[in-house]
T-cell receptor, first 115, second 115 residues
Framework: GAGVSQSPSNKVTEKGKDVELRCDPI?????LYWYRQRLGQGLEFLIY????????KSGLPSDRFSAERTGESVSTLTIQRTQQEDSAVYLC?????????????FGNGTRLTVT | GNSVTQMEGPVTLSEEAFLTINCTYT??????LFWYVQYPGEGLQLLLK?????DKGSNKGFEATYRKETTSFHLEKGSVQVSDSAVYFC??????????????FGQGTILTVHP
């Protein structure tokens, strides 16, 4: 079946604009995660959704970042008033359940460039 | 807090050479350890994992042993192939609690294998 799908694959935006990044998880996966990868750095956890539970937002770097997920379907990561330091690859992952034994399946990411 | 340090790349090898990519970690408690791989044009995928001390994870000829005494999880392969060219990420997750999916990643090591 289809893997995790992210759109757009590339996004260039001007500083101060808002952007929305979309993630379609694998069907049936209850857990969904957003990560960020800045150039030359490892992946940085942003937010995690598990079913209908309250999301874990502990990794969001500022209140300009927010994410939503309706049920077990699509998630949207929104960055308001973008800054140049927001430039990164934003990765989405899903897993069947949130557990150590349930591997994460990653999408190809959205490369965001803030000019 | 948790952290993962990988050997700096890029690593360039000839086909059939021996590969080692070093990974050390800092974590409280007893984390689970992972290696993820990202092939060109594809999303990250789990390569192998180990969930307790002295466990050996293995897959596709790659191995890594969870060494608690040296806080290491070095990735090895006896004979690399051109198709192993990819970016390799070491990662950990804190055991238990609500840490599911909140992986801490290293910065990644680029491996290039020449024929």
């Amino acid at each position: 079946g289809a893997g995790v799908s992210q759109s757009p694959s590339n996004k260039v935006t001007e500083k101060g604009k808002d952007v929305e990044l979309r993630c379609d998880p694998i069907s049936g996966h209850t857990a969904l995660y957003w990560y960020r990868q800045r150039l030359g750095q490892g992946l940085e956890f942003l937010i995690y959704f598990q079913g209908n539970s309250a999301p874990d937002k502990s990794g969001l770097p500022s209140d300009r970042f927010s994410a939503e997920r309706t049920g077990e379907s699509v998630s949207t990561l929104t960055i308001q008033r973008t800054q140049q330091e927001d430039s990164a690859v934003y990765l989405c992952a899903s897993s069947l359940v949130a557990a150590d034994f349930s591997p994460l399946h990653f999408g190809n990411g959205t490369r965001l460039t803030v000019t | 807090g948790n952290s993962v340090t990988q050997m700096e790349g890029p690593v360039t090898l000839s086909e059939e050479a021996f590969l080692t990519i070093n990974c050390t970690y800092t974590a409280t408690g007893y984390p689970s350890l992972f290696w993820y791989v990202q092939y060109p044009g594809e999303g990250l995928q789990l390569l192998l994992k180990a969930t307790k001390a002295d466990d050996k994870g293995s897959n596709k000829g790659f191995e890594a042993t969870y060494r608690k005494e040296t806080t290491s999880f070095h990735l090895e392969k006896g004979s690399v192939q051109v198709s192993d060219s990819a970016v390799y990420f070491c990662a950990l997750i804190r055991a238990g609690g609500t840490s599911y999916g909140k992986l801490t990643f290293g910065q990644g090591t680029i491996l290039t294998v020449h024929p």
